[in-house]
């Protein structure tokens, strides 16, 4: 924001802190928009939408989208080792119902 400062000496920008969803116009929907966009580079706004300073290079995701896109591909690398495990087999050969609770990675105990 400095350099576009520099570059226009009327720029004027106040930001101001509010709480989540407080009834403030537009708020859900921009809430909205911007966990659509953190998600993948796919939901981003086209490039001749975006300020100039954003059209070149590539536009940053947001860290807790990489940390679940990390999370959901480490659980399904898990996933196929160890449905190759010998030991897979045998916990199926014991009881084909069984779910391996791995807590964080979305797997739930069985009732």
């Not at 106040?14 to 953190?38: C, F, P, Q, V």
């Not at 975006?50 to 996933?79: C, F, M, V, Y």
Request: net charge positive; charged share 30%.
């Amino acid at each position: 924001m400095r350099n576009i400062a520099r570059r226009h000496p009327n720029f004027d920008v106040t930001l101001r802190w509010s709480l989540g969803h407080e009834d403030i116009h537009g708020n859900e929907m921009a809430d909205k928009d911007a966990k659509k966009a953190a998600t993948s580079r796919e939901n981003n706004s086209a490039r001749e939408d975006l300020p100039n300073d954003l059209r070149h290079g590539t536009l940053p995701l947001s860290i807790s989208a990489l940390k679940k896109a990390h999370r959901q591909e480490t659980h399904a690398r898990w996933k196929r080792l160890w449905s190759k495990s010998p030991r897979y087999n045998r916990f199926q050969r014991l009881d084909p119902d069984l779910v391996i609770f791995r807590p964080g990675l979305g797997s739930k105990p069985r009732p």
